[in-house]
C-alpha cells in the first residue's frame, strides 16, 4: 500500500520561510513523477510544483516561480518543497502526491498525502 505522509506546515509571517517534506512507502519512489499541490479555502486545488524520478527538469506554477524550490532524495524516499518569501495568498492545505507521469493535472496522481497546512499571516 503506498502512503505519503507531509510534515513541515505551520504558522509564518510573510517573509519567512518553511520547508515541507514528503516522506513516501510502498512504491518503488524513484520510479515516478511527484508533486505538490494546494487548496485554500473555498477554492480548487491547484498545482504547486512537480519534480521527475531523475529531479531534473522541475516545473513550476507561475504563482511560486522563483520563491518555491522543490527537490528530491530517493535515497530517503523523500520529496521537499522549499518555500521562500512567502506570501499570505500562499495560505492553503498543501498536499504531496504521485504520478506515473510528469503533469500539473490533480487527475494524473494516483496517490496523495492527507495534507499539512500552511499560514502566512501578520
Known amino acids: 500500500q503506498v502512503q505519503l505522509m507531509e510534515s513541515g506546515g505551520g504558522l509564518v509571517q510573510p517573509g519567512d520561510s518553511l520547508r515541507l517534506s514528503c516522506e513516501a512507502s510502498g512504491r518503488t519512489f524513484s520510479n515516478y513523477y511527484m508533486g505538490w499541490f494546494r487548496q485554500a479555502p473555498g477554492k480548487e486545488r491547484e498545482f504547486v510544483a512537480a519534480i521527475s524520478w531523475s529531479g531534473h527538469s522541475p516545473d513550476y506554477s507561475n504563482s511560486v516561480k522563483g520563491r518555491f524550490t522543490i527537490s528530491r532524495d530517493n535515497a530517503k524516499n523523500t520529496m521537499y518543497l522549499q518555500m521562500n518569501s512567502l506570501k499570505p495568498e500562499d495560505t492553503a492545505v498543501y498536499y504531496c502526491?504521485?504520478?506515473?507521469?510528469?503533469?500539473?493535472?490533480?487527475?494524473?496522481?494516483?496517490?496523495w498525502g492527507q495534507g499539512t497546512q500552511v499560514t502566512v499571516s501578520s
Open positions: 502526491a504521485t504520478s506515473g507521469i510528469g503533469s500539473r493535472r490533480p487527475r494524473a496522481y494516483d496517490y
